[in-house]
């Protein structure tokens, strides 16, 4: 069965440095890559997704992740952090064009001043 | 334009008690999936539908059913509450045959099952 591994529960970063949350998927195939982020009390909003072509995607809020074939990730990556990326942050993965999505653990982010 | 509601947004049950939590969309989506979220676990699909009428179990169906009478709603209901059904619940919604098929989630409804 498919599954989403986030290593880092927790990740505290600077205001203005940067940023990588890592993510490592387990299927035979290419999956359908997605990154989601859920703030505190809110629903989950969509950073960025992957279905094909290149490899290095660009999404909302100024966030980038790259899909690496070899190593079977996903990570997102941020040049400078703000305040207000503080945040859940979720990689989820589907085998099925849009159905099921199998999500990771998840990976809470803390921004300090 | 809402997007994608969901009532109640907290409720509080006893051991046994039944409810039903409804979700709503208005973006005219074929597809809707109940999710619920614990801590250290992500999400984890519960049912989903594709269609109006249709239902199909996800990872975690036990303890739940569901309903798509409408094309828009899209119930969950809970016969008889356990605490191990505590938990945050999310409805999503999508549109097939898009070549990117982003799930649009609701703002979720915490239940506390005592």
């Known amino acids: 069965a498919q599954s989403v591994t986030q290593p880092d529960i927790h990740i505290t970063v600077s205001e203005g440095a940067s940023l990588e949350l890592r993510c490592n998927y387990s299927y035979g195939a290419t999956p359908y890559l997605f990154w989601y982020v859920q703030s505190p009390g809110q629903g989950l909003q969509l950073l960025l997704k992957y279905f094909s072509g290149d490899t290095l995607v660009q999404g909302i809020k100024g966030f980038e992740a790259e899909f690496k074939r070899s190593q079977s990730s996903f990570n997102l990556r941020k040049p400078s952090v703000h305040w207000s990326d503080a945040a859940e942050y979720f990689c989820a993965v589907s085998m099925e064009y849009g159905n099921k999505l199998v999500f990771g653990a998840g990976t809470i982010l803390r921004v300090k001043s | 334009n809402a997007g994608v509601t969901q009532t109640p947004k907290f409720r509080v049950l006893k051991t046994g008690q039944s409810m039903t939590l409804l979700c709503a969309q208005d973006?005219?989506?074929?597809?809707m999936y109940w999710y619920r979220q614990d801590p250290g676990m992500g999400l984890r699909l519960i049912h989903y539908?594709?269609?109006?009428?249709?239902?199909a179990k996800g990872e975690v169906p036990d303890g739940y059913n569901v309903s798509r009478l409408k094309k828009q709603n899209f119930l969950l209901g809970l016969e008889s509450a356990a605490p191990s059904q505590t938990s945050v619940y999310f409805c999503?919604?999508?549109?097939?045959?898009?070549?990117?098929?982003?799930?649009?989630f609701g703002p979720g409804t915490r239940l506390l099952v005592l």
């Open positions: 999503a919604s999508s549109s097939p045959g898009l070549a990117e098929e982003t799930q649009y």
């Open positions: 973006m005219n989506h074929e597809y």
């Open positions: 539908s594709v269609g109006e009428g249709t239902t």
